[in-house]
């Protein structure tokens, strides 16, 4: 009697630690799902670039030589700075991982997200022939759809995507090329610039409507900065003062267009929710009050040649070019990006700062939103 008794309570209390086992592995994988952190998806151009563009199959289109990535990395790091850039600060702000290039051999989980940032990336295809411009970007997105239904399930899949957060940084090279090609001929017509920013805007949303099309709902925008005060304009217009006013105007009109067009896409597509950090006005600060955020240098670039060292010859084995010997006094890198010191604080205000610079919320506010 005893014994069955004995018996009897050591079978139960193996059913009991089964279960307990079991609901404690079912809490535990729960739990963790939803925990997890927030996926992450990120498109545009250099700023944003994690190592994309040294996958294209263009030698020297890709920082891939010295002193890129000198403060941080310690070699080249296919980062266009000399450590690491906003999305670089902002994923692990968000707790994620570095989030590493869409074409790195081998990558194949996704579900943190990815970068398809690449250099040199316009909106517009014809632009800039051999890049992987914002067309091609999105290509990429809906081949990785694909995969990640196969990998997780189309329910997963789907929980995932419409969960994360779309992070843009891209127009600045549109609006860059379009001065270049038109160098000689300024001030821009009217007319090219009208019809210069329906095409941007009008490629914007139809690439919006796609990630929309697939779940998509939360997007994180970087405005065009000012590209009037970078290096490789000054140097290319030939302009002495902080800033050359054309490609400022331009750009704010693009800006102002941009936030209504985002706008009106929150009424027509349901759901859909954004946030835009303005870039533009935090560079514009940093050029002109560069010692109130611990720039001693805010108009020459720290790596280049010539005038503002705004000459894109950073890095480049066939020309001679000269480096600082401390990046974290300058606001500009290379002629047309910024320092890391720089982009942890464009990262630091779109993650926690005010609605002057980053509306209607900021990035961690949005993050967290359902
Ligand atoms: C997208 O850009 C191309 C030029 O690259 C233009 O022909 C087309 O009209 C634009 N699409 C929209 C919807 O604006």
Redesign the pocket.
């Known amino acids: 009697m005893a014994r069955r008794s004995t018996r009897n309570n050591i079978l139960l209390f193996q059913i009991t630690l089964a279960q307990y086992a079991i609901l404690l592995l079912y809490s535990l994988t729960t739990s963790n799902a939803q925990d997890r952190a927030t996926p992450m998806f990120v498109f545009g151009d250099s700023l944003f670039d994690t190592g994309m563009t040294l996958f294209n199959g263009v030698e020297g289109a890709g920082a891939e030589f010295w002193p890129y990535g000198e403060s941080y990395f310690l070699r080249p790091a296919g980062r266009y700075s000399d450590g690491r850039v906003i999305p670089d600060f902002l994923a692990h702000y968000a707790g994620l991982p570095f989030l590493r290039p869409y074409l790195l051999p081998g990558l194949d989980d996704y579900t943190q997200g990815v970068n398809f940032a690449s250099a040199s990336a316009c909106v517009?295809?014809?632009t800039r022939p051999g890049t992987i411009n914002l067309a091609e970007q999105l290509y990429y997105f809906e081949l990785m759809v694909q995969r990640l239904k196969e990998q997780v399930g189309e329910s997963e899949a789907n929980r995932l995507l419409s969960t994360a957060v779309y992070l843009f940084n891209v127009g600045g090279n549109d609006y860059f090329s379009l001065f270049e090609e038109n160098r000689r001929d300024l001030p821009l017509s009217q007319r090219l610039k009208d019809h210069s920013m329906?095409?941007i805007l009008?490629?914007l949303?139809?690439h919006i409507y796609t990630i929309y099309h697939h779940g998509g709902r939360k997007f994180a925008f970087v405005n065009v900065g000012s590209i009037g005060c970078m290096p490789a304009m000054k140097f290319m217009l030939h302009h002495n003062g902080a800033c050359a006013e054309e490609p400022q105007e331009l750009v704010k009109v693009h800006n102002a267009a941009f936030a209504s067009l985002a706008n009106r896409l929150q009424y027509r597509l349901p759901g859909f929710k954004y946030i835009i950090y303005d870039m533009f006005s935090s560079v514009h600060n940093r050029v002109l009050y560069g010692y109130r955020y611990g720039f001693k240098e805010s108009e020459v670039a720290c790596c280049g040649s010539g005038p503002f060292n705004g000459g894109f010859s950073c890095q480049k084995q066939e020309h001679s070019f000269s480096v600082c010997s401390n990046p974290n006094d300058y606001l500009w890198f290379d002629a047309g990006h910024t320092t890391e010191k720089a982009n942890e604080q464009f990262a630091k205000e779109m993650w926690g700062g005010g609605p002057d610079i980053v509306a209607p919320y900021n990035l961690q506010t949005f993050m967290a939103m359902k």
Do not use: A, P, Y
């Open positions: 517009l295809v014809e329906d095409q009008g490629n949303t139809t």
